[in-house]
């Protein structure tokens, strides 16, 4: 299996995880690493640096697709019966086609992501509160008709009052469906999707609002559209935004090293570019006037922006199941810190119960 | 699910909150939480590791009974372990560890009527955590100061099974002995289970899609038998029972290897206290759990779904409010 050379310079090849002392730290690699890590290096053993969870399987672009979709659609849904109520035909229509499409697509991505995609009706067996995805599936399998039947209804003209209801259903089930991702992710044993699991949501459904926000400014770049009628799409944006990147920064910093992957290696790469893509496109969005073609790219920037964070968050879950690091070290600080406080609390009970 | 063995496709959704009625977290019997009447005592592994010699009959074993395909046949050079971890197609792995840790004189020779373990061990095979660092490789040690490690790891069968608890099809189901088992006629497939899990057990089978873990040979022992791997340990280090009898038996052998002297033996995952409400197949071990590849203090995840599903609440409320915000913005502002 090695695939090592001996040169004249020495060993080359070698594979470090196989020889690496165990629990050594890191060693940065590239010269213009000087950035510092936030927590100091973690002494910690492993078997042989194999990683103790398994990692997921859960494919790209399926996942972070349909994690992005969901948002994408559960935001659409509610931009779509704003905009009905207070008449803004256009958007309504751009917005009903898009949660539509998104709602569709995000359940196709979970269908092909499955290992047995012609079993996919197995999820509807039974209704788990314990299990995100049974959930999701069964709200997806209430609100992608009702989008459907809403963005037809819009398109063609016809039935109104079925298509004024379910706009009305598909926005109750919206948020909903932009949310409960973050539940999916967080409800594993993935250390930086399962620390994360009080902000996740908040993450999840700002991006949502901004994805959708971005959506209703595209429907600038159609001619003849005012300001006045993709507004609140930017309004929902920089509404978004601002909570995604808020409840970003406050799961970072609250979760310590576990949240090292969500700055890190490819998956930092992602966060980091949602980051700036948001940015750009709210800024774009707060300043572009009477711009129809600047309102369009700020748009097109913050629906990146949203895809970038949603893969980015998944990669990061990838690599954090990946490192026995983030595994072993916090569950060892948990294991120091109840030791301690049963010291403070007296004498401990015998034995090496539980390690 | 079914209780009597009768596995009905039914159409017509069940409503399951049984991981809210049974509590999802602390001591249960995880059989009663089921809904099992009357069910047998739940049965588990306690694979003692003191004894273990590395033989790999657990593995073969394993494989020919339930039909687990080849997955390769690696030198992965971790000492004498081919098969690297649990996952779809290793059920039971052996794990090597080599220390350079004094243990005693380790005699090529074959008499060892002279050699009194019990005396020697006072000399210490203790790992200190600062010091267990180490791999076959690792300089330093005097040559003739190696402890050989070895461990048969399994699905831990938890009190609390987040692989099961997370299964959206309930093809993951638990049995009247308390063991969990993959149904593979109603798995779709969907991968949750395996980030799911704290020990890195579930996985996916390549070109099938599938799901597959340990079963405890719920056939086998349906018919009054014991598992293969049980079946085929020569040396006991792997034992079959009523977990009950199984914790008494360890607590036995740990404090007489404590009192022996054999300061880091220790039981994992006996503790119905613990993260995942005790194992139903536990382990004595002679150092830390993830020196073996076992996480030193795992937690089932949903143990926090309640509180999960509450921010998921507020955050979609949120949403809702926000949109709101944004067209409230838009009339206020008079731009319509």
């Known amino acids: ?355 | 699910m079914s209780v009597d063995g009768e596995r009905a496709v039914t159409w017509l959704p069940e409503i399951r909150t049984g991981g809210f009625r049974g509590a999802l977290y602390g001591e249960t019997d995880p059989a009663d939480v089921d809904g099992y009447p009357d069910h047998p005592p739940r049965m588990g592994f306690f694979t003692d590791t003191s004894v273990c010699i590395g033989c790999k009959a657990c593995e073969v074993a394993c494989k020919e009974w339930n039909h687990v395909p080849e997955d390769g046949l690696n030198l992965l050079g971790m000492s004498y372990d081919n098969t690297g971890g649990l996952g779809a197609d290793t059920w039971r792995h052996v794990a090597f560890i080599e220390q350079r840790k004094p243990v005693g004189v380790q005699d090529a020779g074959v008499r060892h009527d002279g050699t009194d373990v019990l005396t020697l061990a006072p000399e210490g095979s203790g790992t200190p955590p600062e010091e267990a660092a180490m791999t076959p490789t690792t300089p330093g040690g005097a040559a003739d100061q190696l402890r050989w490690l070895m461990a048969s790891d399994v699905c831990k069968h938890c009190t609390h099974a987040a692989c099961l608890d997370v299964c959206p099809t309930g093809a993951l189901m638990r049995t009247e002995f308390g063991t969990v088992v993959v149904q593979e006629d109603v798995c779709n497939g969907c991968g949750y289970c395996i980030p799911a899990c704290p020990y890195g057990v579930i996985d996916q089978r390549k070109g099938d899609g599938r799901a597959w873990k340990c079963t405890l040979c719920y056939d086998r022992v349906s018919d009054g038998m014991e598992p293969a791997c049980a079946k085929a340990c020569p040396t006991n280090s792997i034992q079959f029972g009523p977990l009950d009898e199984l914790r008494e038996r360890a607590d036995h052998r740990v404090t007489e290897l404590l009192a022996a002297g054999v300061a880091d033996a220790r039981l994992y995952g006996r503790d119905p206290g613990d993260g995942v409400g005790g194992d139903g197949a536990f382990f004595l071990l002679l150092d830390e759990p993830e020196v073996y590849g076992l996480p030193p203090d795992p937690v089932v995840t949903t143990r926090d779904i309640p509180s999960m599903w509450r921010h998921v609440g507020a955050a979609a409320a949120v949403m809702a409010a926000g949109a709101a915000a944004a067209f409230a913005a838009s009339i206020l502002g008079g731009q319509r």
Do not use: C
Request: aromatic share 6%; hydrophobic share 45%; no cysteine.
């Open chain 1, 1 to 355: 299996m090695s695939q090592a050379d001996v040169t004249r310079q020495g060993l080359r090849g070698k594979r470090p995880d196989r020889d690496a002392i165990t629990g050594s730290p890191r060693r940065w690699r590239g010269k213009h690493r000087a950035e510092r890590p936030m927590v100091p290096k973690a002494e910690f053993t492993s078997y042989y640096g194999k990683p103790i969870l398994n990692q997921p399987v859960w494919k790209s672009p399926d996942i972070p697709g349909y994690l992005f979709l969901g948002g994408l659609a559960g935001g659409a849904s509610l931009l779509a019966a704003g905009s009905d109520l207070t008449g803004r035909g256009v958007l309504g229509r751009t917005a009903k086609t898009g949660a539509f499409a998104a709602g569709v697509l995000s359940m196709v991505a979970l269908i092909h992501d499955l290992g047995r995609p012609a079993r996919f009706l197995n999820m509807m067996r039974m209704f788990k509160v314990t299990s995100p995805m049974s959930v999701g599936s069964w709200l997806l399998a209430g609100y992608v008709p009702a989008a459907g039947t809403a963005a037809l209804t819009a398109l063609t003209g016809r039935l109104p009052r079925i298509g004024a209801a379910a706009t009305a259903g598909s926005a109750l089930l919206g948020p909903g469906v932009a949310a409960y991702t973050a539940a999916l992710i967080s409800n594993t044993a993935v250390p930086a999707w399962h620390d994360g699991y009080p902000e996740m949501p908040f993450v999840f459904t700002g991006s949502g609002m901004m994805a959708a926000g971005g959506l209703g400014l595209l429907t600038a770049a159609i001619p003849g559209t005012g300001p006045g009628e993709t507004e609140p799409a930017r309004n929902l944006a920089l509404i978004g935004a601002a909570m995604e990147t808020a409840a970003f920064e406050r799961m970072e910093r609250r979760i310590g090293m576990t949240a090292e992957p969500y700055s890190e290696g490819r998956s930092g790469t992602y966060v980091k570019a949602g980051k700036a893509l948001a940015m750009l496109g709210a800024a774009g969005a707060a300043l572009s006037g009477r711009s129809r073609v600047a309102a369009a790219l700020s748009g097109a920037a913050l629906l990146t922006a949203s895809a970038a964070t949603r893969w980015g968050i998944f990669e990061a879950g990838l690599a954090s199941a990946g490192d026995p690091k983030y595994t072993v070290v916090p569950q060892r600080q948990r294991l120091k810190e109840r030791a301690k406080a049963r010291q403070a609390d007296g004498p401990a009970p015998n034995g090496q119960k539980g390690a």
